[in-house]
């Protein structure tokens, strides 16, 4: 619980400091899934090239079946960091026949298409996202 109260004291003083996505994911994993979209929606307005938060965000939404938005997430680190494979792949495992739409947000007939043609959902892998940072890196 201590581990809590040292994130809220660091985003009690910088709410874009990027503790907010491990924080954001405790509370996930906690299930407490207002606190952790809070923290999320907070971190990334002042923080949004924290692309960890905004996996986060997405997990978040996965795990509240709420695909639409995990894609949605998806899709924009996609546009963010296009020559990540892992995250392609991601994007396929959540909606097999989605493709990253680079600089364009999906219409709501899109969003709502998209829950229909779900054909199997699968759970986010976070070693995907060990791979995510370590082409980040290498990409730099």
């Known amino acids: 619980m201590s581990e809590l109260v040292d994130y809220q004291n660091i985003l009690a003083e910088d709410p874009g400091n990027p503790v907010f996505a ?40 996965y795990d509240c079946n709420h695909l ?23 994007l396929s495992a959540l909606s097999p026949d989605a493709e990253p739409n680079i600089d364009r947000a999906p219409t709501a007939q899109e969003e709502s298409s998209v829950e229909e043609e779900i054909v199997a959902e699968t759970d986010f892998d976070f070693e995907e996202l060990e791979l995510i940072e370590d082409e980040n890196e290498n990409n730099k």
């Open 22 to 61: 491990e924080y954001a994911d405790s509370l996930r994993r906690r299930k407490q899934f207002a606190e952790a979209f809070e923290v999320c929606f907070k971190g990334l307005s002042v923080n949004p090239a924290c692309h960890l938060g905004r996996l986060i965000l997405a997990r978040a939404f």
């Open 68 to 90: 639409s938005f995990a894609v949605r997430e998806v899709n924009h680190l996609c546009n963010e960091c296009p020559d990540l494979p892992a995250l392609k792949r991601l």
